[in-house]
């Protein structure tokens, strides 16, 4: 419980009680006509516990509404500037949700939970299916100008097998990162139709669309590093071969 002393002066407001007459001291003036009062409001405190519960309250609500399977919170805590949040959802089918419009209560329960005098960067992992939170944290290093580094991008086609195995596991899988801004290029496969382009705040643009999966096999087969992420720049969130290969072997089949 913490306790607020807040000197007022004035009239009394209409209709207001107090709990005891220890809650409040007051003072007639003669001259002015008036009562000065001051008032000791009682604040309460939520424990570290209420507050995880309320976070983790919050988000499966969020989830379980958007028929997600896992969610992931990365954010920066800094005392003295608004806290940044990047919530998403993770569904059976792959696809991912981004979740804007965030309540100002939870960002309030993020700040209050995290309440440290120095920035940190944090993420919280949400396992639906088995009830799970995991907290981490780590410092918050300001990050500084970068520059992308220069990168000799491969002609080597992918080829067949690898286009192959890419189109039969974008039948279940999506591949693309999901957070705020440009999110480098990614393939997805929606409503029988392959799609390829951009990926901005979680949503693909599609560039190029395939109609089947014979059409879309032969295209990604004869694509390379340098042609499909484009010779003038690199970006790593970009599509190229180990993005593929490291994909292929991270899900499940």
Not at 53 to 66: G, N, P, S, T, V
Not at 148 to 164: I, R, Y
Not at 192 to 211: A, E, M, N, R, T
Request: hydrophobic share 35%; proline share 7%; aromatic share 12%.
């Amino acid at each position: 419980m913490k306790i607020m002393k807040e000197p007022i002066t004035g009239n009394l407001p209409p209709g207001m009680f107090f709990m005891s007459d220890s809650d409040i001291s007051i003072k007639f003036c003669r001259e002015s006509g008036q009562y000065s009062f001051i008032l000791l409001r009682c604040i309460l405190m939520r424990s570290k516990t209420e507050l995880k519960e309320a976070i983790e309250r919050y988000l499966l609500q969020k989830l379980e509404k958007a028929k997600c399977i896992k969610g992931h919170v990365t954010g920066e805590y800094r005392p003295d500037a608004l806290t940044l949040l990047t919530v998403n959802g993770t569904r059976e089918d792959g696809s991912i949700s981004i979740f804007w419009n965030l309540d100002q209560r939870f960002r309030n329960d993020i700040d209050e939970w995290f309440d440290n005098p120095d920035p940190l960067n944090f993420s919280i992992s949400i396992n639906l299916r088995e009830n799970q939170f995991h907290y981490s944290t780590s410092p918050y290093i300001k990050p500084g100008p970068v520059k992308p580094p220069k990168v000799e991008l491969s002609v080597v086609p992918f080829g067949p097998e690898l286009a192959q195995a890419v189109a039969t596991a974008l039948n279940h899988n999506n591949i693309g990162y999901a957070h705020r801004d440009y999110c480098g290029t990614g393939l997805e496969k929606r409503d029988g139709v392959f799609y390829f382009g951009p990926i901005w705040d979680g949503d693909i643009i599609p560039k190029l669309s395939f109609q089947d999966e014979p059409s879309f096999v032969e295209w990604l087969a004869t694509q390379s590093d340098a042609s499909i992420g484009g010779k003038e720049r690199y970006n790593p969130q970009d599509i190229c071969r180990r993005r593929l290969e490291d994909w292929l072997a991270g899900i499940d089949h």
